[in-house]
């Protein structure tokens, strides 16, 4: 099933299942006892919207083999943990914004995006299923100069506005740990992988994660990105306005958004 978030012509907001004929809206949170009603929305009639408000952004750093060697950095003994805050977050569609005060090494990050589906403390990794919605597909972006050089620490880099693209839908009944990934940047392919090349799979994660904090419904987990970002490229490939990143990962289809610059305007 892939459940997404819409709004009608009207401007209602709702989730609802995605189907061949359109949207056939849910009655009730996701979160919480809901239902599939019989209502449905043509799908030109509605807007696709980031399919959650997540009240955590947590992100996984370093978790694809691969990446690990292109970023010249050992394999970690235990997930790398960062987080990013909720103005990142933006839908399908959206632009993703450089920012004026660090526009020249914005990169791109294709990634598995797990979406939390009931409060979680303290999980065991065989029961972490019990406490997954489903997944999405995500796009870390990160402005490297800061990230990496500057401020030699992760905050600000990953967390200007529109830097977690999320999308297209939560896709359910899914092995998080064996899924096609891809990024294409104006239809140049940038990172092939699957999701087996991730050190720390999806339920250990979960689980980990649930040790160190608790994980609300709605919380979304960045599970990390493939090889292939601008950064490791020679020379590297950083985002200009005008540039398109389309994140496809198997089972759940694909998210787009165009790459803008900021203007004054826009504060």
Known sequence: MKIVRIADETGRVTYAVAEASGYRLIKGSIFEEHMITEETVPTG???L???????????????YRKHAQESNMAEPSAPVVFIKTC????????????P???PDEVDYEAELVIVIKKTAKNVPEEQADQYILGYTC????????????TDKQWARGKCFDSFAPLGPCI????DGDNLDIRLLLNGTVMQASNTSDMIFKCRYIVSYLSRCMTLLPGCVIMTG??????????PPVWLRAGDQMTV?????????????????GDN
């Open 225 to 234: 990105t493939p090889s292939g970002v601008g950064m490791g490229r020679k």
């Open 138 to 149: 995500g796009n870390d972006v990160s402005a490297r100069d800061c990230q990496l050089r």
């Open 248 to 264: 496809e990962i198997e089972g759940i289809g694909a998210l787009t958004n165009n790459v803008v610059k900021e203007t004054f």
């Open 171 to 174: 896709a359910t009944a899914l």
């Open 45 to 47: 009639q509605a807007k």
């Open 100 to 102: 004026a005060m660090a």
């Open 49 to 63: 919207l980031k399919p959650v408000e997540p009240p955590q952004v947590v992100a996984i750093g370093l978790n």
């Open 87 to 98: 103005n990142t977050v933006v839908g399908p569609g959206d632009p993703v914004i450089l």
